[in-house]
């Protein structure tokens, strides 16, 4: 099933760029998707995490394929030491498709924590995204920030929106898609009028992590914005078999 607009009418921009490996494999019968992150990507408080339901999203939208996502999620990473996991975690399993979960722990990890720095996670994001097209085996998915209140303190707002804009421009220059999860969320927030109380996890005493709620809308429309874009690349027929 899609999300119905009717029902939920703030959805998530489209993606830009057609994702052709996953549609010519899943055309094959089999695809193979990595999710790599932090603590979106591992789970966090008990929650099921999105990859484990994007899992079951696609096997709905394409019955016939043998669909397999894998979760190389680390909490509290930050981009450039997923960088370093990359020949083991991704380049290794052969995916289809990389989605890239990146930037919130940069923003948000108190300087205790010694987080690393806007300019060394920009340019992590960079070496990063080049390596993954330079391998030219696989689509890429940048998946942006999320909008809740630890993102929105005096301390984290500004960078929080520089890190959403400078992930869009690398995603731009490099011909990649980015799920704006930052600017649907803030739909959610600002023009749905969904409290952060339904959107953030109510076990989370930072107000940082998505709420059940939260990764089950981010995951179908996710899920939409994949399909979409399979659908879109150059080749006979719809990706879903339809």
């Given amino acids: ?20 490996h996953f549609a010519s494999r899943a055309k094959g019968g089999q695809v193979k998707v990595v999710a790599i992150g932090s603590s979106t990507t591992a789970g966090e408080g008990g929650i099921a995490p999105y990859p484990q339901r994007l899992l079951a999203n696609l096997r709905t939208r394409f019955p016939n394929v043998v669909v ?32 890239w979960q990146v930037g919130t722990n940069s923003v948000w990890q108190p300087a205790a924590q010694n987080p690393p720095s806007f300019e060394d996670t920009t340019q992590a994001i960079r070496e990063g995204v080049d390596r993954l097209l330079g391998a ?8 942006d920030l999320q909008y809740v209140p630890a993102l929105l303190t005096p301390a ?26 930052f600017a649907l969320m803030r739909g959610w927030h600002d023009v749905a009028k969904i409290s952060f109380d339904r959107m953030v996890d109510p076990g989370d005493d930072a107000r940082l992590h998505a709420s059940d709620w939260t990764t089950e809308k981010m995951t179908w429309q996710l899920t939409d914005a994949i399909v979409a874009a399979a659908n879109k690349a150059p080749r006979t027929g719809n990706a879903d078999g339809s």
Wanted: charged share 30%.
């Fill in 68 to 99: 397999e996502v894998i979760n190389r999620g680390i909490g509290g990473e930050e981009a450039p030491l997923e960088l370093k996991r990359f020949d083991h975690d991704v380049f290794d399993l052969n995916p289809d498709l990389v989605i």
């Fill in 156 to 181: 984290t707002a500004k960078k929080a929106d520089a890190m959403v804009e400078a992930i869009s421009h690398i995603a731009h220059a490099k011909r990649v898609n980015v799920f704006r999860r």
């Fill in 136 to 143: 030219r085996r696989a689509d890429v998915i940048l998946m």
């Fill in 1 to 20: 099933m899609a999300l119905d607009p009717s029902e939920f009418p703030v959805q998530a921009a489209p993606f830009e760029q057609p994702l052709t």
